[in-house]
């Protein structure tokens, strides 16, 4: 009964606050600002109130069609922590003759003073500025004012496009709950769309259709007259069409929670998308539907990326000279990767075409993605090699669902070899050959050979990145352990060490590596190969622990892996709903040898064990052996596969719970 009453109870506080909002702009209630925690999702930073999302076609005798969308966001802050959603980014596109229009942007930053009453902070122009991304696109910041605990921000603004070909898709999920989410998209009948839907939240599109006039002015000059002087004569006339609503309403949209190893999660959020498919004016028709093969030649034809490869006058001399004497296609592709590596600085902006230009960029040793991996291309190309671009749409991106040229915004390198496709990206300064950062391991990537023909190619790697450990142990008599640990790292395991540790001085690089090890204090490292590509990063310490040793009733408990050990499952949730991202395909190795103290005799040691997950999707072998007073440990652990589905979560989080239990085992000795 006590628990019927308390469901009730909060059924009614639920209902209570969604029926005293107000969703008109301006009009947050004192309620809304008293709300300490979300009702539903009490760990919850922010919480999205209200999202409106409106969107139609206006018609202009000089422009033409543009889409006008009306945006209005209201937002509870809740925690410090919240605060980032207090921060928006509004992307404005652009090409040589048409552009974004940002129209009427308004905010207000509300909360209750100390007398209870309602305050508001305006948005001013110091809390909105634009950054040119690209050429063709530039970004309004806003950072609302006054941010703190338990306030509300909202803001409003629209956006009057002429790029109709390009619908942005409707967000209806996100990373923090949404109380209400409302869209509507207005469609003449002259434009047949196709939508398309993502995420596993169930909504339902409703349609409406009304009648829409427009009215059309036109201006003759009346020649009638005595004289023929042309009086100018206005005539107007009416166009009745019909127009198609497509409406979706939704509550209480929980939050996509991040878990482990979760990429993107935008990939996975609830969103819709149209797609324009033809258009049917009266007397004229024009197919819009598309394939990714016409996006490819459409994105290599233009000047600013199929022309660019084709340069090379301003490379020849240093590239012949660099190349001098070397015949091997591999020495060729490392001398050209680490030159370009070496010479281009990336200025932070991604994009498929070029910026600055190439001849430019390699001029002033800088520029975008487009500019230096087209370059690289190029450059790959005049040794004779069979080197193409590749198109990528990163992570922080998404997926695109139907082909389209906003589809992607990276591109890279890729030259093929009897052993097959190598991928090179020069904007990386600490990413070796064939290692791609796993921000752009998105998905496929789409290959442009020089003919325009283009194919699918898989961006992951297959080769594992492998950390190897030896570590070297003596058992004192306070029960602590000291000993030397070597550790050689390689693949995407090198490129993050050098990523994290190059940076950092002496003191920094111990407190970096301290952070994930209890009750073990580190001294004399040191790093090999940080500053050196195409080698392992090496790194080796002493060290001084006291986890997982036990003295009980005179026995002493150890675990043979010390602070190696894993201690907790990362994946603790009942369901996954979204693939498991580990970004390649990895590999643990460890080697652990244990002086025992005078003294003691091993009583027990852990059984040998192997296991592995799925259909080679994961394995792990743990063999254990004594040798006199020395005890050797070996483990190896491996994911096989980079992406791992969610229908194979189950299996993945019993492995986990294999692999934890068993690394976790004691050791036991007694006096002898």
């Not at 919240?82 to 552009?99: I, P, R, W």
């Not at 990326?305 to 004497?325: M, T, V």
């Not at 002496?506 to 080698?535: A, P, V």
């Not at 369901?575 to 003294?599: M, Q, T």
């Amino acid at each position: 009964m006590k628990i019927k009453l308390l469901t009730a109870v909060l059924f009614l506080a639920i209902f209570g606050v969604l029926n005293a909002q107000n969703y008109k702009f301006g009009k947050v209630s004192k309620d809304e600002l008293l709300q300490k925690e979300h009702p539903t999702d009490p760990t919850a930073d922010a919480a999205i109130l209200y999202r409106e999302t409106k969107s139609e076609f206006q018609y202009s005798q000089d422009s033409g069609w543009t889409l006008v969308t009306d945006y209005f966001e209201r937002i509870k802050i809740y925690t410090k922590e919240g605060f980032e959603y207090a921060n928006a980014t509004v992307d404005l596109f652009k090409d040589t003759s048409s552009e974004d229009k940002l129209r009427g942007l308004k905010g207000y930053t509300y909360y209750l003073s100390e007398d209870g009453k309602v305050r508001d902070v305006k948005l001013q122009n110091d809390g909105v500025f634009e950054e040119k991304t690209t050429k063709y696109l530039t970004q309004t910041k806003i950072t609302m004012p006054d941010v703190r605990e338990g306030c509300i921000i909202e803001y409003k603004y629209s956006i009057s496009s002429p790029f109709i070909l390009s619908i942005d898709e409707f967000r209806l999920q996100e990373t923090i709950p949404v109380d209400k989410v409302s869209v509507l998209f207005k469609s003449p009948e002259y434009f047949i769309f196709k939508n398309h839907q993502r995420g596993w939240i169930p909504f339902k599109i409703d349609t409406e259709t009304r009648e829409r006039v427009m009215v059309f002015n036109q201006t003759s000059q009346d020649l009638s007259g005595f004289g023929a002087i042309g009086i100018p004569k206005t005539s107007s006339r009416e166009v009745r069409f019909k127009e198609n609503s497509y409406i979706i309403e939704l509550n209480s949209v929980p939050a996509l929670k991040e878990e482990a190893f979760s990429g993107n999660l935008s990939n996975y959020t609830t969103a819709l998308q149209f797609e324009l498919s033809y258009i049917n004016m009266p007397g004229s028709s024009k197919s819009y539907a598309t394939t990714w093969e016409d996006v490819s030649n459409t994105i290599y034809n233009r000047s600013e990326f199929g022309s660019e490869l084709q340069r090379n006058n301003y490379f020849e001399k240093d590239i012949d000279a660099l190349l001098s004497g070397v015949t091997m296609p591999e020495e060729k592709i490392e001398k050209i990767y680490y030159y370009v590596l070496n010479k281009m600085n990336w200025n932070g902006y991604n994009g498929f075409y070029t910026n600055e230009g190439v001849k430019n960029a390699y001029k002033k040793g800088s520029g975008n993605v487009g500019d230096i991996n087209l370059m690289l291309v190029a450059m790959l190309r005049y040794a004779n090699l069979d080197a193409n671009p590749v198109l990528i749409s990163t992570k922080s991106h998404g997926i695109p669902l139907f082909p389209t040229i906003n589809g992607f915004n990276y591109v890279i390198a890729s030259v093929v070899l009897p052993k097959g496709t190598i991928l090179l990206d020069a904007t990386q300064k600490d990413a070796e050959i064939g290692v791609l950062k796993s921000s752009v391991i998105n998905g496929d990537g789409r290959l442009i050979k020089k003919d325009g023909f283009s194919t699918w190619v898989s961006l992951r790697s297959h080769i594992p990145a492998v950390r190897s450990t030896m570590l070297n142990a003596t058992l004192q008599p306070d029960l602590s352990v000291r000993g030397r640990t070597q550790n050689r790292f390689t693949g995407n395991f090198a490129f993050q060490y050098r990523s994290k540790f190059k940076i950092l001085n002496t003191e920094s690089q111990i407190k970096e590596l301290e952070k994930k090890l209890k009750q073990t204090e580190l001294s004399n490292h040191s790093f090999e190969n940080l500053d050196k590509l195409g080698q392992p990063v090496s790194l080796e310490y002493d060290f001084e622990s006291t986890h997982g040793i036990e003295n009980v009733a005179g026995k002493l408990y150890i675990s043979p892996m010390l602070y190696l050990a894993t201690q907790e499952n990362p994946f603790k949730a009942e369901k996954r709903e979204y693939p498991i991202d580990f970004g390649f395909p990895l590999r643990d190795r460890y080697i652990v040898n244990i002086a025992l103290p005078e003294g003691y005799k091993v009583e027990s040691i852990p059984e040998n064990v192997a296991f592995s997950w799925g259909e080679n999707l994961g394995s792990y072998r743990y063999l254990i052996s004594q040798t006199g007073n020395n005890l050797q440990l070996s483990v190896e652990f491996a994911i096989n596969e980079s992406l791992i589905g969610a229908n194979d979560y189950d299996g993945l989080k019993k492995f986990f719970e294999l692999l934890i239990a068993k690394e976790n085992e004691k050791i036991v000795l007694s006096k002898a």
